[in-house]
């Protein structure tokens, strides 16, 4: 489960899937690899002239060359790299349309991991993204929406864990 802003004009629940990779390491160098890939909406989005429905498709690789492991926690410091697109579709409006943009964003996030059991884990990830173009949505003439220059991030997750 996710929460996240910057994709549309309010915050954007979502859901996702995610695996990961980790070396054992020693010290501070415990690398981390991971890939996440999920959805995200927002409906009945009112603006001056329509309404809009948005939606968040993509998916993000974190490099986390360093991480801090103690008994069964562990917390990863990344670096983010976000891929995606952004659909958008107005209506109750004079002209309806639907737009679809490429999105791209890089950043760095937190990752911290909880062993519940021997084989269940639970994530807390927290992003702090730059969006690499900055979209702007508009029921014409009038412009509801631009893309601000941040993106936050909040994931929680569940994670089946392999020895």
Request: net charge positive; with cysteine.
């Amino acid at each position: 489960a996710a929460l996240g802003n910057a994709t549309a004009p309010r915050l954007q629940p979502g859901l996702g899937l995610y695996a990961a990779l980790a070396l054992r390491g020693a010290g501070w160098l415990r690398p981390l690899l991971q890939l996440e890939l999920s959805h995200a909406w927002s409906s009945g989005v009112v603006a001056e002239g329509g309404r809009a429905d948005f939606r968040w498709d993509g998916g993000q690789l974190s490099l986390c060359p360093l991480g801090v492991r103690w008994a069964a926690i562990a917390g990863h410091g990344c670096g983010v790299l976000e891929l995606g697109r952004i659909s958008a579709r107005g209506y109750d409006s004079y002209s309806p349309r639907a737009e679809r943009r490429p999105w791209m964003a890089l950043g760095a996030a937190l990752l911290f991991s909880a062993a519940l059991w021997e084989r269940i884990e639970l994530q807390l990830g927290l992003g702090l993204l730059h969006p690499l173009w900055r979209d702007q949505f508009a029921f014409a003439p009038q412009v509801f929406y631009t893309v601000p220059s941040l993106r936050f991030q909040l994931h929680l997750g569940l994670g089946v864990r392999f020895p």
